[in-house]
């Protein structure tokens, strides 16, 4: 597609509950993001994919975070046993070259809001 | 830690006023420094950059200076308009982990006509 397509584009889930968020990097593109936005900050770091394998993952907050990308291509971000805490907008990014001086491409984001 | 400190919003202006936000920066080295832009609705934009000091990026009539000597970064606009209402990020990546990008909180731009 035209550029990175995040699905959906809102989800409410109760605590506990586990959610699934899907992206769709730019076709071609190696590398993909996720940020999570919290209610005004600035994006923070979640992980990073090159293909399929996923080289840092170091910004996901704890163990219920899971992100997978099986085939280099579409990614999921999910959630197990949400948390308010959890609330935020998760952004994905595709690049072609991981090197952020040439420019992420960003979803326009989910919101999940835990209730 | 790398940290990026810009200039609390929100700002609001009348068109053709000057612009400029403030961003400051933590790093150790020469890390490279963004300016991104998000308006409503939309994902984050790449709005303009500097990868090395005393470079100057601009796009769209913003400009910003990578100033080494003061850690700063500050955007500025001669003159707004009205289609320049959105949210903006100061950003940096480090030299260690240079696809990892850093944001500022963000400021939120309003002109009035």
């Known amino acids: 597609g035209a550029g990175v397509s995040q699905s959906p584009r809102y989800k409410v889930a109760k605590r506990g509950q586990d959610v699934a968020l899907r992206c769709d990097p730019i076709?071609?593109?190696?590398?993909l993001f996720w940020y999570q936005q919290a209610l005004g900050q600035g994006p923070e770091f979640l992980t990073y994919?090159?293909?399929?394998?996923?080289?840092?993952k170091s910004g996901l907050p704890s163990d219920r975070f899971f992100a997978e990308r099986p085939e280099g291509s579409v990614s999921t971000l999910k959630i197990q046993r949400t948390q308010q805490e959890d609330s935020a907008v998760y952004l994905c990014?595709?690049?072609?070259?991981?090197?952020?001086?040439?420019?992420?491409?960003f979803g326009s984001g989910t919101r999940l809001t835990v209730v | 830690g790398d940290s990026v400190t810009q200039m609390e919003g929100p700002v609001t202006l009348s068109e053709e006023a000057f612009l400029t936000i403030n961003c400051t920066y933590t790093a150790t080295g020469y890390p490279s420094l963004f300016w991104y832009v998000q308006y409503p609705g939309e994902g984050l934009q790449l709005l303009l950059k500097?990868?090395?000091?005393?470079d100057k990026g601009s796009n769209k009539g913003f400009e910003a200076t990578y100033r080494k000597e003061t850690t700063s970064f500050h955007l500025e606009k001669g003159s707004v308009q009205v289609s320049d209402s959105a949210v903006y990020f100061c950003?940096?990546?480090?030299?260690?982990?240079?696809?990892?990008?850093?944001f500022g909180k963000g400021t939120l731009l309003t002109v009035n006509p």
């Open positions: 500097a990868t090395k000091a005393d």
């Open positions: 950003a940096l990546s480090g030299r260690g982990s240079n696809y990892k990008l850093t």
């Open positions: 994919f090159q293909n399929e394998a996923q080289l840092d």
């Open positions: 076709s071609g593109h190696v590398s």
């Open positions: 990014a595709s690049t072609l070259i991981d090197r952020t001086d040439y420019g992420y491409t």
